[in-house]
C-alpha cells in the first residue's frame, strides 16, 4: 500500500467547496461533529448508567476522548513514516485530521444500550422474521449512517473522503465473507458494499480473499485510540461510581503503564489519599501517555507488516503492554462489567429494544394491516417506497439503533402505558 493512495481526498458523491484554510480531512471532521447522529451519542450509554453522576462518560465523551488519544497516535505514525520512507510526501501532515475524525465517528453506529441493544435488534429479528443468520454490528451501522442515511448531501451520507471511510472501517469485510482467522467482526454491511468497494480501490487497499480487504493502515491507529480509552476510563468511572475502591483503581493503572516507584509514590501520596479522584486523575493521565508510547513503539516495530497487509492483531495487544492490558481487561470484565448497576442497564435495554422490535417489525410483515399503517406514521416512513419490503426493514434497523437511550425509554413508555422491568 502507497500513502499517495491512502490519503485519498476523494468523496463519492457530491464536492466540496475548497477553502484556503481548511484541508478536505478537517471538514471531515467538521461533518462528523456537526451531524445529528455524533450529537445523539451524548445520550447513549457507554458503561454506566446514564444520571448515576455527573462524571461518568457517555458514547459522546468517550469518542472525544478517543479522537483525542487518535490524534496523538497519527502524529507519533507521521514521524515514523518521514523517517522510514523520507519526508515530502503529500498531505502527510493530514493523518492526525483523518484518524481524529475516524475515531470521532467510531461508535456512530452503535443502538441505545450498547451491547445489550445490539443483542436485542438481533434476537428480535431472528425471532420474528426467520432470519436466523442475522447479525446486528455497530461498526457496519457506522459506516452506512456515513455514507447514506446521516443528514444527506446527495445520497451520500456526510459525503467523506475515502481516506477517512477507510479508516474508519476496522472490519473491511460483510456477514457473508468475514473470516475469523483474519477479522473478528464484520464491518460493512451487503447494502453498503457497492461504496465500500469504491473506497477500497481510491485508497489502494488491496483483497486478502474475496470480499475480505487489508485494512487501512489508520484503521488500526483508530482502535488503538479506542481499546487505550475505554479501558482507562472505565477503571476511572467505575472509581467514581464506587464499584471500585481508590487502592483498586491506581493498581490497574499503575500495572497497566509499568509506573516507575517514583510515579506510584506520587499517586500514593496523603495529599492523594485525601483527595482520591485527584489522584486517580493523574494515574489516568500518566497511563493514556505511555499507552500511547507503547501502541507507538508497535507501530514502528511493524510498520513494514502494517503496510503490506500482514498484521492482524490490535496494536495494544501486540505492544510491550500486552500482558498487563489484557490482565486489566480480565479485571474489568470480572469487578466492573459484572457489576449489578451495569448489568440492570443491559437488562433494562434488551427489553426495551426488543419490545419496540417486535412492534415495529410487525409493519415489514403486514405493511397494509391498520396497525402497520399507523406504525409507519410513527416511523416517519417514505410513502413512496412503502412497498418495498427491503426498505421497510432497512428503515425500522435504522430507526431503532439511532434512538438514544431516554428516547427509547420514553418510546415505550408512551406505546406500552408501563416503565420497562428489570
Given at each position: 500500500?502507497?500513502?499517495?493512495?491512502?490519503?485519498s481526498?476523494?468523496r463519492?458523491?457530491?464536492?466540496s467547496?475548497?477553502s484556503?484554510?481548511?484541508?478536505v480531512f478537517?471538514?471531515?471532521?467538521g461533518r462528523?461533529?456537526?451531524s445529528?447522529a455524533?450529537r445523539r451519542l451524548?445520550?447513549k450509554?457507554?458503561?454506566?448508567?446514564?444520571?448515576?453522576n455527573?462524571?461518568v462518560?457517555?458514547?459522546?465523551?468517550?469518542?472525544?476522548?478517543v479522537s483525542?488519544?487518535?490524534?496523538?497516535?497519527?502524529?507519533?505514525?507521521?514521524?515514523?513514516v518521514e523517517?522510514k520512507e523520507?519526508?515530502?510526501?503529500p498531505?502527510l501532515?493530514?493523518?492526525?485530521d483523518?484518524?481524529?475524525t475516524a475515531?470521532?465517528?467510531?461508535?456512530?453506529?452503535?443502538p441505545?444500550?450498547?451491547?445489550?441493544?445490539?443483542t436485542?435488534i438481533e434476537?428480535?429479528?431472528?425471532?420474528?422474521?426467520?432470519q436466523?443468520?442475522?447479525?446486528?454490528?455497530g461498526?457496519?451501522?457506522?459506516?452506512r449512517?456515513?455514507?447514506r442515511i446521516?443528514?444527506p448531501i446527495?445520497d451520500?451520507?456526510?459525503n467523506?473522503t475515502c481516506?477517512t471511510?477507510g479508516a474508519?472501517?476496522k472490519y473491511?469485510?460483510?456477514?457473508?465473507?468475514?473470516?475469523?482467522?483474519?477479522?473478528k467482526?464484520f464491518?460493512?454491511?451487503a447494502?453498503e458494499l457497492?461504496?465500500?468497494?469504491?473506497?477500497?480501490?481510491?485508497?489502494?487497499?488491496?483483497?486478502?480473499?474475496?470480499g475480505?480487504w487489508?485494512r487501512?493502515?489508520?484503521?488500526?491507529?483508530?482502535?488503538?485510540?479506542?481499546?487505550?480509552s475505554?479501558?482507562?476510563?472505565d477503571l476511572e468511572?467505575a472509581?467514581?461510581?464506587?464499584?471500585?475502591?481508590?487502592d483498586?483503581?491506581?493498581?490497574?493503572?499503575?500495572k497497566?503503564?509499568?509506573?516507575?516507584?517514583?510515579a506510584q509514590?506520587?499517586?500514593m501520596?496523603?495529599?492523594n489519599?485525601l483527595?482520591?479522584e485527584?489522584?486517580v486523575?493523574?494515574?489516568?493521565a500518566?497511563?493514556?501517555g505511555?499507552c500511547?508510547k507503547a501502541?507507538?513503539?508497535?507501530?514502528?516495530e511493524?510498520?513494514?507488516?502494517?503496510?503490506s497487509?500482514?498484521f492482524?492483531?490490535?496494536?495494544?495487544?501486540?505492544?510491550p503492554?500486552a500482558k498487563?492490558?489484557e490482565e486489566?481487561?480480565?479485571?474489568?470484565?470480572?469487578?466492573?462489567?459484572?457489576?449489578?448497576?451495569?448489568i440492570?442497564?443491559?437488562v433494562?435495554g434488551f427489553?426495551?429494544?426488543k419490545k419496540?422490535m417486535?412492534?415495529?417489525?410487525?409493519?415489514?410483515?403486514?405493511?397494509?394491516?391498520?396497525?402497520s399503517?399507523?406504525?409507519?406514521?410513527i416511523?416517519?416512513?417514505?410513502k413512496a417506497?412503502?412497498n418495498?419490503?427491503d426498505y421497510?426493514f432497512?428503515?425500522?434497523?435504522?430507526y431503532?439503533s439511532?434512538?438514544?437511550?431516554?428516547y427509547?425509554?420514553?418510546t415505550?413508555?408512551?406505546?406500552f402505558?408501563?416503565?420497562?422491568?428489570?
Amino acid at each position: 500500500m502507497e500513502w499517495k493512495n491512502l490519503l485519498s481526498t476523494e468523496r463519492l458523491g457530491a464536492g466540496s467547496a475548497d477553502s484556503a484554510h481548511r484541508s478536505v480531512f478537517n471538514q471531515d471532521y467538521g461533518r462528523v461533529l456537526y451531524s445529528s447522529a455524533f450529537r445523539r451519542l451524548q445520550d447513549k450509554t457507554q458503561v454506566f448508567p446514564l444520571g448515576r453522576n455527573d462524571y461518568v462518560r457517555t458514547r459522546l465523551t468517550h469518542s472525544l476522548e478517543v479522537s483525542n488519544v487518535g490524534r496523538g497516535l497519527a502524529i507519533e505514525l507521521q514521524d515514523i513514516v518521514e523517517r522510514k520512507e523520507g519526508a515530502g510526501i503529500p498531505l502527510l501532515s493530514g493523518m492526525g485530521d483523518i484518524v481524529s475524525t475516524a475515531c470521532l465517528a467510531h461508535d456512530i453506529g452503535n443502538p441505545p444500550f450498547g451491547h445489550s441493544g445490539e443483542t436485542a435488534i438481533e434476537s428480535a429479528v431472528r425471532e420474528l422474521t426467520g432470519q436466523t443468520g442475522y447479525t446486528f454490528e455497530g461498526n457496519a451501522q457506522g459506516f452506512r449512517l456515513l455514507t447514506r442515511i446521516c443528514d444527506p448531501i446527495k445520497d451520500s451520507g456526510l459525503n467523506l473522503t475515502c481516506a477517512t471511510l477507510g479508516a474508519f472501517t476496522k472490519y473491511p469485510c460483510t456477514l457473508d465473507t468475514v473470516d475469523k482467522a483474519i477479522y473478528k467482526k464484520f464491518g460493512i454491511n451487503a447494502s453498503e458494499l457497492d461504496v465500500f468497494e469504491v473506497v477500497a480501490e481510491k485508497c489502494g487497499l488491496p483483497q486478502l480473499k474475496p470480499g475480505v480487504w487489508v485494512r487501512h493502515p489508520l484503521a488500526y491507529m483508530m482502535e488503538a485510540a479506542d481499546d487505550i480509552s475505554y479501558l482507562i476510563a472505565d477503571l476511572e468511572d467505575a472509581f467514581l461510581s464506587k464499584i471500585i475502591t481508590f487502592d483498586e483503581t491506581v493498581e490497574q493503572l499503575f500495572k497497566l503503564a509499568h509506573f516507575s516507584a517514583e510515579a506510584q509514590n506520587k499517586v500514593m501520596t496523603e495529599k492523594n489519599r485525601l483527595d482520591a479522584e485527584a489522584g486517580v486523575r493523574y494515574a489516568r493521565a500518566i497511563a493514556v501517555g505511555r499507552c500511547i508510547k507503547a501502541a507507538a513503539k508497535t507501530l514502528d516495530e511493524h510498520y513494514a507488516d502494517i503496510m503490506s497487509g500482514c498484521f492482524r492483531k490490535s496494536l495494544m495487544k501486540h505492544s510491550p503492554y500486552a500482558k498487563e492490558y489484557e490482565e486489566v481487561s480480565d479485571f474489568s470484565v470480572q469487578q466492573i462489567y459484572s457489576h449489578e448497576s451495569v448489568i440492570k442497564v443491559e437488562v433494562t435495554g434488551f427489553n426495551v429494544i426488543k419490545k419496540l422490535m417486535e412492534l415495529y417489525l410487525q409493519w415489514v410483515d403486514e405493511p397494509d394491516s391498520p396497525l402497520s399503517k399507523k406504525i409507519a406514521c410513527i416511523l416517519h416512513a417514505d410513502k413512496a417506497k412503502l412497498n418495498d419490503s427491503d426498505y421497510r426493514f432497512a428503515h425500522v434497523i435504522d430507526y431503532v439503533s439511532g434512538m438514544t437511550d431516554s428516547y427509547a425509554l420514553k418510546t415505550y413508555t408512551d406505546l406500552f402505558g408501563c416503565v420497562p422491568m428489570v
